[in-house]
């Protein structure tokens, strides 16, 4: 149901040419991977007769068969996440959908996932969840690295947002599979904020496409002297992408961080480098479009600035990343267990 709809809105009200090839490489990793799924469904129905999950969860069966039920569900989730390396789809489908469709699919479709692990992968198996949560960590630790160096060498500003996307998911998979409660809640919170932040990324993305034709770096210079609006409203958002503390995702990240270290001491030491990274092409990227230096061959004019209807969508975002990420109970949640971590 969530497929067919993508596929009208990237295909059809595309900005250019590629979004056929975007359009159909979404298609087809989504629905060959499901395949799996299917399968597993079937499998499960087969051998129970039923599909309902109160019933499903306490089914029980050899840890065998319940890691390849777990790799038949894992891969498709994986997919939707996107974890390196079935990611392949996801900046291709940014690049190439319009606004409104780049919006809804980071900050709706790619919250699936995470539903599917908690609501679908850990429920049915929860024993190969623990035995190959390993592999989890290791997939999204070298997923966020993979991610976050190739956000540097991209100049396509929607791009760089895909791939932040890639390092943020990999974050809040690493909180589902570390079976705590803080990183649990820590992984849900980074899914609301990433849905916030990424929307409000997407649409002033859309705002300069809309005005002046282009989305590569090398084209802008000094926005902030043409659009100080547009220009505070994106530092903000980009301050939160890297999980500034005082913005949503600060207390969401550092949970899942205390909560694994409490853990094992390794796991987060490894998940330092795609943060710093992230950080580093964040700030990068952000800079460069708002306060680069005055340029002869930049296309930035005087132009109509944030109309109401921006206006009120965009500082809508920031106004729920405030919110959230300066809730002193999420705050003094994440602080009391890193307390009684040390």
Known sequence: MVLIPLFLI??????????????????FYTFISSLPMLLAFIYIGYET?????????????????ECILWISLFIPLA????????????????????TVGSVLLAALVLKMSIFGYLRILLPLCPRASLFLSSLVFCICILGGCYAAFTACSQTDVKKIIAYSSVVHMSYATVGVFNFDSLSIISAIVAMFAHGFISAGLFFCVGFIYAHYGERDLSYYSDIRSKLPYFSCAWMFLIFS????????NFPAEFGIFISLFSNNALIPIFLILPLVVTGSF???????????????????????????????????????????????????FCLKDFIKTI
Request: one cysteine or more; proline letters at 7%; aromatic letters at 12%.
């Open 79 to 98: 997919v939707k996440t996107p974890l390196v390396p079935f990611h392949i789809w996801l900046p291709e489908a940014h690049v190439e959908a319009p």
């Open 49 to 65: 007769n039923t599909f309902h999950m109160s019933v499903l969860s306490s089914y029980h069966m050899t840890l065998e068969k």
């Open 282 to 332: 964040t700030i990068w990227g952000g800079t460069r479009l708002c306060y680069g230096p005055d340029k002869s061959e930049s296309i930035v004019e005087q132009v109509e600035e944030l109309n109401d209807i921006h206006i009120i969508i965009v500082y809508s975002c920031i106004s729920f990343i405030l919110l959230f990420g300066c809730d002193p109970q999420l705050i003094t």
């Open 241 to 248: 992408n890297m999980s500034f503390p005082g913005t949503m």
């Open 10 to 27: 990237v295909g059809t009200f595309g900005s250019r040419p590629r979004r056929i090839f975007a359009t159909f490489s979404l298609f």
